[in-house]
């Protein structure tokens, strides 16, 4: 049973830093792509960032670029995002989510999402 689990989310205030975990167990292999998205209130979910676990390409939506990094250590299934810089519009319920390819932006792209943790930026 695969199962993801993010933590790291927290309230900062603008300007600030976060890290975002995401420990994936139970894949067999490894899953080809991992991303992040977040979802406000009454939004849809926003693809934030993603990694391609193979060869370590990233991607990022315009609004993020240059100030959330994605990376990830494949010795402990772990998936991470650095967040600088925070804005208020980056307020959200952040999850990580698992896919095996796609377009990395898309939801219907993951197989597998954790509970997510929620980032509040003032």
């Known amino acids: 049973q695969v199962q993801l689990v993010e933590s790291g989310g927290g309230s900062v205030q603008a300007g600030g830093s976060l890290r975002l975990s995401c420990a994936a167990s139970g894949y067999t292999g490894r899953p080809v792509c991992m991303g992040w998205f977040r979802q406000a209130p009454g939004k849809e979910r926003e693809g934030v960032a993603s990694?391609?676990?193979?060869?370590?390409?990233?991607y990022y939506v315009d609004s993020v670029k240059g100030r959330f990094t994605v990376s990830q250590d494949n010795a402990k299934n772990t998936v991470y995002l650095q967040m600088n810089s925070l804005k208020p519009e980056d307020t959200g319920m952040y999850y990580c989510g698992a896919g095996d390819g796609g377009v990395w932006s898309t939801p219907e792209s993951y197989k597998y999402w954790g509970q997510g943790t929620q980032v509040t930026v003032s």
């Open positions: 990694i391609y676990t193979g060869n370590g390409n990233t």
